[in-house]
């Protein structure tokens, strides 16, 4: 009895040394690595860790994008801001982690992507799968007696539908939705043409940002710009010789509706452009996500504001500084800052800080304010500051803001002497004999983004064929259907790689049809 019952037994041998795995070739290594690269799951996730890694450029200010940012930014948060700035979170897009995440997320799926190519097309040229052995496991079945196998007539039924058959004395195997998988190599294909698109175009594009006084013209060249970031591969002699003037910015308001009255409905400016200096010139105007489009750029208005004319005479009357200064908006109601510097003047350079108020009015405090973005009741005042501008230091300085810490104020805050007050046309005498100011004109500017980008029409081609493929993955489903003929029986099963509801229905209209009887 004990014997029997060891027989039944395998006696497992022990071993008193570890098993050890033999050492991978640095060939074998690389090759383990290339597949884990080129997996589908490693893409996906690279995927994720591109969208992810995204997200400091929306959380940040980027210098390509808002370089003003990044200096407040610094001003406000200085220790913070080094930290980040080592981790390049000020200049995300073109930072080395982000580069390294799109290489290979790029290298990933073309290694993906390709081979499948390869064994889809195959899958064209091959005929449809044999049928499995037991067709009942199938997730639509169908058995009918064994006189019910009229073949032809299912063959005819299933070419109508648009499936391949391939057919045998005793089995028919049928298989439509191919394009499923074309849609699906579409999509990833389409994909990669993004990938390159985005980042070759973003070496060979531009981005500049000007302000723009009505009157002003810009000429597109490096030195007109406020800021100018051209990508890796552009050449700044390849610029476009076109020009731009601003003619007028109009803002359109809303009077008529109680709850939202005085609130902007439509910025619109009027522009004139010459594509060339010989080229004619061409009336255009430039709305709010309504760009224009010259000389193969984009130009969008990005702001807006108020500029006005200024006049400073000295005592003699002589012109020490004239014309309009661009004013920067504090709030909604463009109350707005601007420095007007005369570094000119005579015998001592001075400057004034001052405030315009659109729609001037005054608060219970004795304080001033804006009602209304509209100037319905222009009034500016100014603190008057004397000493160096620092505009001989060689240093850059900010042409739209005043450092007050080595001049003397004369006018305004603590100075003993009121702030001056100038409504519109209106001209006073500055303290110390400096001479005169004028508010002779008020003017309205504007902020415009200059771009340029030759793959974007591309990037949008590929991401339309992305689409596309996505939506033949989406819609078209993948059927594989076999009847099989038995002296006992006939057999029908169907397959689908997704869930189809009207996988049943298929496998009931082939059943319907095998019952047919040939004319």
């Not at 010789?241 to 609130?263: A, I, M, V």
């Amino acid at each position: 009895m004990s014997s029997s019952r060891q027989s039944k037994y395998v006696v497992r041998k022990e071993y008193s040394e570890p098993i050890e795995a033999p050492d991978l070739s640095f060939k074998s290594w690389l090759r383990w690595l290339w597949r884990q690269l080129t997996s589908m799951r490693i893409a996906l996730f690279l995927l994720l860790f591109l969208a992810i890694a995204s997200v400091p450029g929306s959380v940040f200010p980027q210098r390509s994008a808002d370089p003003n940012g990044v200096v407040l930014y610094f001003k406000n948060n200085p220790d913070l801001a080094l930290w980040l700035d080592n981790f390049q979170l000020f200049d995300v897009y073109s930072s080395t982690w982000f580069s390294a995440i799109y290489i290979l997320l790029f290298i990933s799926l073309i290694g993906c992507v390709i081979p499948r190519v390869g064994v889809h097309y195959k899958a064209l040229k091959s005929d449809p799968p044999a049928a499995p052995t037991n067709l009942s496991r199938l997730p639509s079945y169908k058995k009918l007696d064994a006189s019910e196998k009229n073949l032809e007539k299912a063959i005819e039924y299933l070419k109508s539908r648009k499936f391949k058959v391939i057919s045998t004395k005793n089995e028919l195997r049928a298989e439509k939705g191919y394009l499923r998988e074309t849609g699906n190599l579409f999509f990833h294909l389409s994909l990669i043409g993004v990938l390159i698109a985005v980042g070759l175009g973003g070496g060979l594009s531009y981005a500049g940002q000007r302000v723009l006084v009505e009157g002003e013209t810009f000429v597109n060249n490096e030195a007109s710009f406020d800021y100018f970031a051209p990508g890796l591969l552009f050449d700044k002699n390849n610029l476009e010789p076109f020009s731009l003037r601003l003619e007028s910015f109009k803002t359109t308001y809303d009077f008529k509706n109680p709850n939202n009255y005085g609130k902007p409905m439509d910025f619109k400016a009027t522009v004139t452009t010459k594509d060339s200096p010989t080229s004619p010139e061409a009336k255009g105007s430039i709305r709010v996500n309504e760009p224009l489009a010259v000389g193969g750029s984009k130009v969008y208005i990005t702001g807006n504001g108020y500029a006005p004319e200024i006049v400073v005479r000295d005592k003699d009357g002589v012109v020490s500084f004239s014309g309009p200064v661009v004013f920067l908006p504090q709030d909604g109601n463009l109350t707005s800052l601007g420095a007007i510097k005369v570094p000119d003047a005579n015998p001592d350079q001075f400057a004034m800080l001052a405030f315009f108020y659109p729609t001037a009015a005054e608060l219970e405090s004795g304080a001033l304010t804006s009602n209304h973005p509209f100037p319905l009741n222009p009034l500016m005042t100014m603190n008057v500051y004397v000493g160096d501008l620092g505009l001989d230091s060689g240093m850059a300085v900010n042409a739209y803001k005043l450092d007050t810490h080595s001049m003397k104020q004369v006018a305004g805050g603590k100075s003993g002497t009121k702030a001056l007050k100038l409504t519109y046309g209106e001209t006073v005498k500055l303290p110390n004999d400096l001479g005169t100011v004028e508010f002779k004109d008020l003017r309205r500017f504007a902020s415009i983004d200059i771009t340029y980008n030759p793959l974007d029409l591309w990037v949008l081609i590929f991401a339309l064929t992305t689409l596309f493929g996505l939506v033949l993955m989406l819609i078209i489903p993948r059927r594989r259907v076999w009847v099989k003929i038995s002296k006992d029986s006939v057999e029908v099963g169907a397959l689908t790689k997704s869930k189809d509801k009207a996988l049943d229905k298929l496998v009931k209209d082939v059943a319907k049809s095998l019952k047919k009887k040939s004319k």
